[in-house]
């Protein structure tokens, strides 16, 4: 079964702090992405990679970042946080066949 | 661009009923996927179904099957025999083939399965 782990369940952070969420996943995905649910938005995309130290942005990257060192592995860094940004984040992982995206669990994000 | 809308917000329905979700898409690409997620309350998003634009087979997985019409761009989702676990958050979702994009989601529907 394909495994995606996010680093944190729930984080609460502060407003202008610098906000790193990980995630890994152990299938040898080449693709990666990050998402954010809002209630009543659904998901949207924040950025995603296709391989190790590629990125492309989705639909809503401003005041995101990330990086991809290893293949396995994709962060999200909020340069500093705003409150605007406390949402639940989803990253998901995906083969270059089939196009299915497994998720992992989420982090939800609260910054004060 | 594409766009996936979701007409139903919330739907309830009794234990043991067959449910439909609707799913309205819009693109112009010809090569795509569509897909059906479930959110159960534990937020962990679990695909349910996967369909392939180029088949014209709807998809079927156990008590789940879609209706995919695709001169309509419309991806139904069929619930066969509800259960209290089909209690979740049901997404819509779309991705063009040939590319490492990411999937473009519905707002979702919040189906309720009454005992």
């Known amino acids: 079964d394909v495994k995606v782990t996010q680093s944190s369940r729930y984080l609460v952070k502060r407003t202008g702090e610098k906000v790193f969420l990980e995630c890994v996943q152990d299938m040898d995905h080449e693709n990666m992405f990050w998402y954010r649910q809002d209630p009543g938005l659904g998901l949207r995309l924040i950025y995603f990679?296709?391989?190790?130290?590629?990125?492309e942005k989705g639909d809503i990257p401003e005041g995101y970042s990330v990086s991809r060192e290893k293949k396995e592995r994709f962060s999200l860094i909020l340069e500093s946080a705003s409150t605007n940004q406390t949402s639940m984040y989803l990253c998901?992982?995906?083969?270059?066949?089939?196009?299915?995206?497994?998720f992992g669990p989420g982090t939800r994000l609260t910054v004060t | 661009a594409q766009t996936v809308t979701q007409s139903q917000p919330e739907m309830s329905v009794q234990e043991a009923e067959t449910v439909t979700l609707s799913c309205t898409y819009d693109t112009s690409e010809n090569n795509y996927y569509l897909f059906w997620y479930k959110q159960p309350p534990s937020r962990q998003m679990i695909l349910v179904i996967r369909q392939e634009a180029y088949k014209q087979q709807n998809a079927t997985e156990n008590r789940f099957s879609v209706n995919f019409q695709k001169a309509a761009k419309s991806f139904s989702l069929k619930i066969s025999d509800s259960q209290l676990g089909d209690t979740a958050m049901y997404f819509c979702?779309?991705?063009?083939?040939?590319?490492?994009?990411?999937?473009?989601f519905g707002k979702g529907t919040h189906l309720i399965i009454q005992p």
């Open positions: 990679s296709y391989d190790v130290k590629m990125k």
């Open positions: 979702a779309f991705i063009r083939g040939g590319g490492a994009d990411g999937l473009t």
């Open positions: 998901a992982s995906s083969s270059g066949q089939g196009w299915e995206q497994y």
